[in-house]
Nanobody, 119 residues
Framework: QVRLVESGGGLVQPGGSLRLSCAAS????????FSWYRQAPGKQRELVASIAASGTTHYTDFVEGRLTISRDNAKNTASLQMNSLKPEDTGVYFC?????????????WGQGTQVTVSS
């Protein structure tokens, strides 16, 4: 059974930091691309950052160098370090794992972790 379990969310003041983790099980972790998405209240889910199996990273423009995605293949964990947080970073953050080849597409989601940036 595939499981993606996010942790590390919480309430933080503007300018603060959080580190989100995504623990994966039931998949060949190292071949998957991992992404973090977020969904603010009343808005659509949007991509925050991705890290490919090769380690290549991609960030959405609004990250502005404040967030860093990483992966630890030995621990089957993907992480998102978030610094200089802003109130507009508030939302539910979801971990996503994708592997696609010529024969199939595997796409898995975690249940999400709440991040609230407020004074």
């Amino acid at each position: 059974q595939v499981r993606l379990v996010e942790s590390g969310g919480g309430l933080v003041q503007p300018g603060g930091s959080l580190r989100l983790s995504c623990a994966a099980s039931g998949i060949a972790f190292s071949i998957y691309t991992f992404s973090w998405y977020r969904q603010a209240p009343g808005k659509q889910r949007e991509l925050v950052a991705s890290i490919a199996a090769s380690g290549t990273t991609h960030y959405t423009d609004f990250v502005e160098g404040r967030l860093t995605i990483s992966r630890d293949n030995a621990k089957n964990t993907a992480s998102l370090q978030m610094n200089s947080l802003k109130p507009e970073d508030t939302g539910v953050y979801f971990c996503n794992a994708v592997y696609t080849n010529a024969w199939f597409n595997h796409d898995y989601w975690g249940q999400g972790t709440q991040v609230t940036v407020s004074s």
